[in-house]
C-alpha cells in the first residue's frame, strides 16, 4: 500500500532535504541531522556528508521481500562541547540499536507533518576516524534472530507447532469411532488410511505408559498417539491398555509447561488391510486360477475386479488349485488375525453318475492351517450357488458378491509358523468325494475372490519371559522418535475469538502474533481483502527449532502472498486480488527514463508439478497434480519438458488446479501461473512527480498516457504491480511488473 503522502508533496516540483531521526534510551526521544540545517519542532544539524539509497524490493515468484540496509557518512562536528562520536557512544546517551526513522522535508517545512516517513530502521554498528563517523542502520525486523518452537520439557524435548484442521484415524468409542467392520461400506476409516495427522515426539516411557507432547494448547477430544505402521502406509490409533484395544487417550493432560497424550508400551493397534503380493498359483483340473492382482487392487473394498478361479472338468477326488500371496509385514505379533472374503460363485455338476455328495471347498491354509471355511455341496446334475459356512452351516448365496466372515482366528498359527510375516496366505479350492459315496460327473463353473480384508490386532511382546525378548521389545520404543496425533492445531492467540486457524494466512498471521513484539493490537494493512481472498487450507507443523524467518516465508510462498513492514513501519499484506484497482494512474509527465522489456524466457515455467499435503511420516508427500499453461506454450513455442519446475509445499492442503482457473486466488497453480505462467511487460522509470512519491512496493499502477507503446500492445486493459523502489536525494527510481 502507498505510503501516507503529505499534501505538501502536490506540488509539480519540491526542495529536498533529508531528516534523521537517530533515537536513544527508550526511543521517546531523538538527536536529529540533515542535509543541511533545519527546524522541525527541534533542530536538525546538517551534518550527512554522503546521498543514501533505500532499495525495496518484493519478488512475486518466491513471495519474499527486502529492504536494504542505510550507511550514513557523518561530519564528526562538535556536539554539546565534543565530538559528536562520543555522543553516540560512551556518553549518557545510547543509540545502538534504537531506531532510526528517514523523512523526506520538503520545501523547508516546520512540521513534522508535513514530511514523508520513508524508513525504519535501527542503528547497527557505528566507526569513526578524526573527521567522520560512518554509521550502519539495518532495516531491523521484529523476526530477526527469532526461533520457534521455544517451549520444551526438562529433557530439552520441544512440544511441536502445529496449525490446521487435523482429523484421526477412528478409534473405538467416541464421536469418531469406527469399528474395525468388514462390509460393503468399509473404506478409509475401516483401513486407518488418514493422513491428516502431525507427529509429536514421545518423551518418556513410565512404568507400562508412554508419554507424547502434543503442544502447549488444549485437544479436549481427538488427541490420541497413533503408530505409523510402515508396510500398510497407515497410522493405526494406539490403545491406552495392554489388553483392550478399545480403551484410547481422547484429550491430552498437562505435562510440565504444555501438552501430552499417552498410549501403552505395548503398541497394541488395530488394522484392517490388504494383501501386498500374488507369489504362487497351482492350478490341477478342473481348477484354473487367473493370473492377476485383483483380489486385493484398490486401497479400500473393491467389487469391481476380481481374480477368477474357473470350473472346467471331471471331478476327481483330492483335486485342487491354490493361489498364494505374501501379506504386509506388521509390527508386532498378532492377538488377532483374521481373514475374510469377499466372492462370488456358482456351479454346474453335469453327466452325474452314481450317488453321494460332491464338496468344492474353500481352505484357508494360511500360516501352516488347514482351515475348511465354506463349501458348495452337489448331490446330482444341477447347478448352486449356495456357499455354506463350515463353522455355523449358515448359507450365502453367492449368485451376486457376498462378504464373507471366515470366523477362523489365525493367531495361534500364526505363532506356530516358522516365518511369522513371512508365511504368506495361500487359499484353495478343492474336490471333496462327501461321505463315502461314488458320486461322479463333470463340474463347470467360476469362484471369484473380489477382496481380501486382513484383520489384524497387533502389539510387542512385554510377557516374553527371556530377559532377550524383554529387552528388544524395550528397545523397539525406546528407538521410536515420534507417534502421531489427529488432534487439531492452535487457535489464534486471541485476534480473532481465538477460534481454529485452517487456512495459511490467518497462521502466518498468528504466529507474528504469538512469536514477536507484533502483537495482536496490530492489524496488518490489507487484512481484510486478503483474509477473504485466501482460503488455504493447511496443515504445518514445527518439531525443532526453527528460522521464525524462514518460517513466514515458506508460509508465503505456500499461500501466495507477501508480508512486510513498509518504511512507516506499518505491517502490510501483498498479494495479487482477483479484481485490481489502481493505487496510482501514471502519465508521461510524470515519468524519465523510461525502458520496457519482457520477463526472460528462462523465468517463464508453463508446466509445474506440485506436490502438496505432506506426508506426516515419511520424507514426502500424499498429493501431487501438474499445472499446465497449454496456451502459453503454444505462444511461446515451448516443447515438451522445456519451461518447467517442481515445487514442494509442506502447509497447503487445498488442491491446485491443473491448468488457469478463472479467478487468480482460486488456488495455488492458478495464482503462481498468473505470474511465471507467460510473458510479461516490466517497466523501469524515474518517478519525478513528488505527488507519487508516496508510490510504494506492491502498489498496483494504470498507465496512462505514455511516450510509447508496450511493444506492439496497449496500456489499456493492462494492471501493474510495483516490485522495486529505490529512494535517493531528489530522486525516486521504481520497476513496475505486468500482472
Same mark, same amino acid.
Given at each position: 500500500?502507498?505510503?501516507?503522502?503529505?499534501?505538501?508533496?502536490?506540488?509539480?516540483?519540491i526542495?529536498?532535504?533529508?531528516?534523521?531521526?537517530l533515537?536513544?534510551?527508550?526511543?521517546?526521544?531523538?538527536?536529529?541531522?540533515?542535509?543541511?540545517?533545519?527546524t522541525?519542532?527541534?533542530?536538525?544539524?546538517?551534518?550527512i556528508?554522503?546521498?543514501?539509497?533505500?532499495?525495496? *524490493?518484493?519478488?512475486?515468484?518466491n /513471495?519474499?521481500?527486502?529492504?536494504?540496509?542505510?550507511?550514513?557518512?557523518?561530519?564528526n562536528?562538535?556536539?554539546?562541547?565534543?565530538?559528536f562520536?562520543?555522543?553516540?557512544?560512551?556518553?549518557?546517551?545510547?543509540y545502538?540499536?534504537?531506531?532510526?526513522?528517514?523523512?523526506?522535508?520538503?520545501?523547508?517545512?516546520?512540521?513534522?507533518?508535513?514530511?514523508?516517513?520513508?524508513?525504519?530502521?535501527k542503528?547497527?554498528?557505528i566507526?569513526?576516524?578524526?573527521?567522520?563517523?560512518?554509521?550502519?542502520?539495518?532495516?531491523?525486523?521484529?523476526?530477526d534472530g527469532?526461533?520457534?518452537?521455544?517451549?520444551?520439557?526438562?529433557?530439552?524435548?520441544?512440544?511441536?507447532?502445529?496449525?490446521?484442521?487435523?482429523?484421526?484415524?477412528?478409534?473405538?468409542?467416541?464421536?469418531?469411532s469406527?469399528?474395525?467392520?468388514?462390509?460393503?461400506?468399509?473404506?478409509?476409516?475401516?483401513?486407518?488410511?488418514?493422513k491428516?495427522?502431525?507427529?509429536?515426539?514421545i518423551?518418556?516411557?513410565?512404568?507400562?505408559?508412554?508419554?507424547?507432547?502434543t503442544g502447549?494448547?488444549?485437544?479436549?477430544?481427538?488427541?490420541? /498417539?497413533?503408530?505409523?505402521?510402515?508396510?500398510?502406509?497407515?497410522?493405526?490409533?494406539?490403545?491406552?491398555?495392554?489388553?483392550d484395544?478399545?480403551?484410547n487417550?481422547?484429550?491430552?493432560e498437562?505435562?510440565?509447561?504444555?501438552?501430552?497424550?499417552?498410549?501403552?508400551?505395548?503398541?497394541?493397534?488395530? /488394522?484392517?488391510?490388504?494383501?501386498?503380493?500374488?507369489t504362487?498359483?497351482?492350478?490341477q483340473?478342473?481348477?484354473?486360477? #487367473?493370473?492377476?492382482?485383483n #483380489?486385493?487392487?484398490?486401497?479400500?473394498?473393491n467389487?469391481?475386479?476380481?481374480?477368477?478361479?474357473?470350473?472346467?472338468?471331471a471331478?476327481?477326488d483330492?483335486?485342487?488349485?491354490?493361489?498364494?500371496?505374501?501379506?504386509?509385514?506388521l509390527?508386532g505379533?498378532?492377538?488377532?488375525?483374521?481373514?475374510?472374503?469377499?466372492?462370488?460363485?456358482?456351479?454346474?455338476?453335469?453327466?452325474a453318475?452314481?450317488?453321494?455328495?460332491?464338496?468344492?471347498?474353500?481352505?484357508?491354509?494360511?500360516?501352516?492351517?488347514?482351515?475348511?471355511?465354506?463349501?458348495?455341496?452337489?448331490?446330482?446334475?444341477?447347478?448352486?450357488?449356495?456357499?455354506?459356512r463350515t463353522?455355523?452351516?449358515?448359507?450365502?448365496d453367492?449368485?451376486?458378491?457376498?462378504?464373507?466372515?471366515?470366523?477362523?482366528?489365525?493367531?495361534?498359527?500364526?505363532?506356530?509358523?516358522?516365518?511369522?510375516?513371512?508365511?504368506?496366505?495361500?487359499? $484353495?479350492? *478343492?474336490?471333496?468325494?462327501?461321505?463315502g459315496?461314488?458320486?461322479?460327473?463333470?463340474?463347470?463353473?467360476?469362484?471369484?475372490?473380489?477382496?481380501?480384508?486382513?484383520?489384524a490386532?497387533?502389539?510387542?511382546?512385554?510377557?516374553?519371559?527371556?530377559?532377550?525378548?524383554?529387552?528388544t521389545?524395550?528397545?523397539?520404543?525406546?528407538?521410536?522418535?515420534?507417534?502421531?496425533?489427529?488432534?487439531?492445531?492452535?487457535?489464534?492467540?486471541?485476534?480473532?475469538?481465538s477460534?481454529a486457524?485452517?487456512?495459511?494466512? #490467518?497462521?502466518?498471521?498468528?504466529i507474528?502474533?504469538?512469536?514477536?513484539?507484533?502483537?495482536?493490537?496490530?492489524?496488518?494493512?490489507n487484512w481484510? #481483502?486478503?483474509?477473504?481472498?485466501?482460503?488455504?487450507a493447511?496443515?504445518?507443523?514445527?518439531?525443532?527449532?526453527?528460522?521464525?524467518?524462514?518460517?513466514?516465508?515458506?508460509?508465503?510462498?505456500?499461500?501466495?502472498f507477501?508480508?512486510?513492514?513498509?518504511?512507516?513501519?506499518?505491517g502490510?499484506?501483498?498479494?495479487?486480488?482477483?479484481s485490481?484497482?489502481?493505487?496510482?494512474?501514471?502519465n508521461?509527465?510524470?515519468?524519465?527514463?523510461i $525502458?520496457?522489456?519482457l520477463t526472460?524466457m528462462?523465468?517463464?515455467?508453463?508446466?509445474?508439478?506440485?506436490?502438496?499435503?505432506?506426508?506426516?511420516?515419511r520424507?514426502?508427500?500424499v498429493?501431487?497434480?501438474?499445472?499446465?499453461?497449454?496456451?502459453a506454450?503454444?505462444n511461446l513455442l515451448?516443447?515438451?519438458?522445456? $519451461?518447467s519446475?517442481?515445487?514442494?509445499?509442506?502447509?497447503?492442503v487445498?488442491?491446485?488446479?491443473?491448468s488457469? /482457473?478463472?479467478?487468480?486466488?482460486d488456488d495455488?497453480?492458478?495464482?503462481?501461473?498468473?505470474?511465471i505462467?507467460?510473458?510479461?511487460?516490466?517497466?523501469?522509470?524515474?518517478?519525478?512527480?513528488?505527488?507519487?512519491?508516496?508510490?510504494?512496493?506492491g502498489?498496483f499502477?494504470?498507465?496512462?498516457t505514455?511516450?510509447?507503446?508496450p511493444?506492439?500492445?496497449?496500456?489499456?486493459? *493492462?494492471?501493474?504491480?510495483?516490485?522495486?523502489?529505490?529512494?535517493?536525494?531528489? *530522486?525516486?527510481?521504481?520497476?513496475?511488473?505486468?500482472?
Amino acid at each position: 500500500m502507498a505510503l501516507t503522502l503529505p499534501a505538501s508533496f502536490n506540488n509539480h516540483s519540491i526542495k529536498q532535504n533529508w531528516l534523521f531521526q537517530l533515537h536513544y534510551d527508550d526511543e521517546s526521544s531523538f538527536t536529529g541531522l540533515s542535509f543541511y540545517d533545519t527546524t522541525v519542532s527541534q533542530d536538525y544539524y546538517g551534518s550527512i556528508t554522503n546521498k543514501p539509497s533505500i532499495r525495496e *524490493k518484493i519478488d512475486l515468484i518466491n /513471495s519474499k521481500s527486502s529492504t536494504s540496509n542505510v550507511s550514513l557518512t557523518v561530519a564528526n562536528f562538535k556536539y554539546l562541547a565534543d565530538d559528536f562520536s562520543a555522543e553516540l557512544y560512551g556518553g549518557t546517551r545510547k543509540y545502538i540499536n534504537r531506531i532510526v526513522k528517514i523523512y523526506i522535508q520538503p520545501n523547508d517545512a516546520s512540521s513534522l507533518s508535513d514530511c514523508l516517513l520513508i524508513y525504519t530502521g535501527k542503528l547497527k554498528s557505528i566507526s569513526h576516524n578524526i573527521d567522520t563517523i560512518n554509521l550502519d542502520i539495518e532495516a531491523k525486523r521484529v523476526w530477526d534472530g527469532v526461533e520457534i518452537p521455544t517451549v520444551k520439557t526438562a529433557k530439552n524435548n520441544y512440544y511441536p507447532i502445529a496449525y490446521g484442521d487435523y482429523r484421526p484415524n477412528a478409534k473405538y468409542n467416541n464421536t469418531n469411532s469406527t469399528s474395525i467392520d468388514f462390509n460393503s461400506s468399509a473404506g478409509i476409516d475401516e483401513y486407518r488410511k488418514r493422513k491428516t495427522l502431525y507427529p509429536i515426539p514421545i518423551e518418556e516411557r513410565r512404568g507400562d505408559t508412554v508419554f507424547a507432547l502434543t503442544g502447549d494448547w488444549t485437544q479436549s477430544d481427538r488427541s490420541w /498417539s497413533h503408530y505409523y505402521e510402515k508396510s500398510l502406509d497407515s497410522f493405526l490409533p494406539l490403545a491406552n491398555s495392554s489388553t483392550d484395544v478399545t480403551v484410547n487417550d481422547a484429550a491430552n493432560e498437562t505435562y510440565e509447561d504444555g501438552k501430552a497424550t499417552r498410549f501403552n508400551q505395548n503398541l497394541l493397534k488395530s /488394522s484392517m488391510n490388504k494383501m501386498a503380493e500374488l507369489t504362487e498359483i497351482t492350478n490341477q483340473s478342473p481348477f484354473t486360477w #487367473a493370473n492377476n492382482n485383483n #483380489a486385493f487392487d484398490g486401497d479400500y473394498i473393491n467389487t469391481s475386479t476380481f481374480t477368477q478361479c474357473s470350473i472346467s472338468g471331471a471331478f476327481g477326488d483330492n483335486k485342487r488349485g491354490f493361489v498364494k500371496y505374501n501379506m504386509p509385514q506388521l509390527t508386532g505379533y498378532p492377538s488377532k488375525l483374521q481373514v475374510h472374503f469377499v466372492i462370488s460363485g456358482s456351479i454346474t455338476l453335469s453327466s452325474a453318475s452314481g450317488s453321494g455328495e460332491i464338496r468344492v471347498q474353500l481352505l484357508d491354509k494360511s500360516f501352516g492351517a488347514d482351515d475348511v471355511v465354506g463349501y458348495y455341496s452337489l448331490t446330482g446334475n444341477g447347478a448352486t450357488t449356495t456357499f455354506v459356512r463350515t463353522s455355523d452351516s449358515q448359507n450365502f448365496d453367492t449368485s451376486s458378491t457376498v462378504f464373507f466372515d471366515t470366523q477362523v482366528d489365525h493367531d495361534a498359527e500364526w505363532l506356530a509358523s516358522g516365518s511369522g510375516w513371512g508365511e504368506g496366505l495361500q487359499f $484353495n479350492l *478343492k474336490c471333496v468325494q462327501h461321505g463315502g459315496g461314488n458320486l461322479a460327473g463333470t463340474l463347470e463353473g467360476n469362484f471369484r475372490i473380489y477382496d481380501v480384508a486382513i484383520q489384524a490386532d497387533t502389539q510387542l511382546d512385554f510377557t516374553e519371559t527371556t530377559k532377550t525378548g524383554k529387552l528388544t521389545a524395550s528397545k523397539f520404543i525406546d528407538d521410536i522418535e515420534y507417534v502421531y496425533t489427529g488432534g487439531d492445531g492452535l487457535p489464534d492467540n486471541g485476534w480473532n475469538s481465538s477460534s481454529a486457524i485452517t487456512t495459511i494466512i #490467518a497462521a502466518h498471521r498468528d504466529i507474528l502474533h504469538r512469536n514477536t513484539s507484533y502483537t495482536n493490537s496490530n492489524t496488518p494493512t490489507n487484512w481484510s #481483502a486478503i483474509n477473504s481472498a485466501k482460503d488455504w487450507a493447511i496443515r504445518y507443523w514445527i518439531n525443532e527449532p526453527k528460522n521464525l524467518k524462514d518460517v513466514l516465508e515458506e508460509l508465503q510462498f505456500n499461500g501466495g502472498f507477501i508480508f512486510r513492514f513498509n518504511g512507516q513501519n506499518q505491517g502490510e499484506y501483498i498479494f495479487i486480488p482477483d479484481s485490481i484497482s489502481a493505487d496510482h494512474t501514471i502519465n508521461t509527465d510524470d515519468l524519465e527514463n523510461i $525502458n520496457l522489456s519482457l520477463t526472460s524466457m528462462n523465468d517463464i515455467k508453463t508446466t509445474i508439478d506440485i506436490e502438496y499435503e505432506k506426508h506426516p511420516a515419511r520424507n514426502g508427500y500424499v498429493s501431487k497434480v501438474t499445472g499446465n499453461n497449454s496456451t502459453a506454450e503454444t505462444n511461446l513455442l515451448i516443447g515438451t519438458n522445456e $519451461n518447467s519446475k517442481t515445487v514442494r509445499l509442506n502447509a497447503l492442503v487445498s488442491a491446485p488446479a491443473t491448468s488457469p /482457473s478463472s479467478n487468480v486466488n482460486d488456488d495455488w497453480y492458478t495464482y503462481y501461473n498468473g505470474i511465471i505462467g507467460d510473458q510479461k511487460v516490466l517497466v523501469s522509470a524515474t518517478v519525478v512527480a513528488p505527488s507519487l512519491y508516496g508510490i510504494d512496493v506492491g502498489d498496483f499502477v494504470e498507465f496512462g498516457t505514455m511516450p510509447v507503446d508496450p511493444f506492439g500492445e496497449s496500456w489499456s486493459g *493492462k494492471d501493474f504491480i510495483v516490485t522495486s523502489v529505490s529512494r535517493q536525494f531528489g *530522486k525516486l527510481q521504481c520497476e513496475f511488473r505486468e500482472v
